[in-house]
């Protein structure tokens, strides 16, 4: 069983390579000019989401033993509960024990593919748990401690690997015959909060289940 959920890990994170390869070429190609590359992990890969870290916003918490914070951005192929899949994004704001290896987590916010808030949330009572409860939590925390697991990146920005992932769900353009095709913007011109830093000390707040639960609002 072990070994059919690391082969089909690991198939995802090619699929991963695959998919998002292009895309960081033509932005690191693009950007070279203006400003140096940063490094991201793309920690889970399925055909319904991909996680994203971003190691710029890993920050060091005040506290006994190894504690760090960072936010971790998963973008799903259908935000909503409606059809056609809507793709979108979370952003979650997760505590860790480098010492203990368990996790909690403190906010998260959804948003649609064009940035626009779907629902946040605040933990008022955090608890910690083991990290291996979730195969997600697990991989964020060797990259926030150990800075090592997933597929890395690069980019100038978050907003832009997560753009890229949302438009490999994107059916094929077929140009006009009379037409040559050309890469276009994606609609996603504005993510709100990809990019945003979190501030340390911030009051603990939220909390029903130790893992943030998927988020899924309804389709208005």
Request: hydrophobic share 45%; aromatic share 8%.
């Amino acid at each position: 069983m072990a070994s059919d959920a690391a082969s089909v890990y690991v198939l995802g994170m090619r699929r991963f390579a695959w998919l998002i390869g292009s895309f960081v070429f033509l932005t690191v190609a693009a950007s070279a000019k203006h400003s140096m590359a940063l490094t991201f992990y793309v920690i889970q890969s399925s055909p319904e989401a991909w996680t994203v870290m971003d190691l710029q916003g890993i920050e060091p918490l005040p506290g006994p033993g190894l504690l760090r914070q960072a936010w971790t951005v998963r973008v799903q192929r259908n935000i909503l509960t409606g059809d056609p899949p809507q793709p979108g994004y979370v952003r979650t704001l997760s505590e860790y024990d480098c010492i203990l290896s368990r996790a909690r987590w403190r906010e998260f916010s959804a948003f649609s593919r064009s940035g626009g808030a779907l629902i946040s949330k605040r933990n008022p009572k955090p608890e910690w748990g083991p990290a291996s409860e979730s195969s997600e939590t697990y991989s964020a925390l060797n990259v926030v401690c150990h800075g090592a697991g997933g597929a890395v990146v690069s980019a100038d920005s978050i907003a832009k690997v997560v753009i890229g992932l949302m438009a490999s769900w994107d059916p094929p353009v077929v140009p006009a015959k009379s037409i040559t095709m050309k890469a276009t913007p994606s609609a996603a011109a504005s993510l709100k909060g990809v990019a945003k830093k979190s501030t340390s000390g911030a009051p603990a707040l939220a909390a029903t289940t130790k893992v943030p639960p998927v988020v899924r609002p309804k389709a208005p």
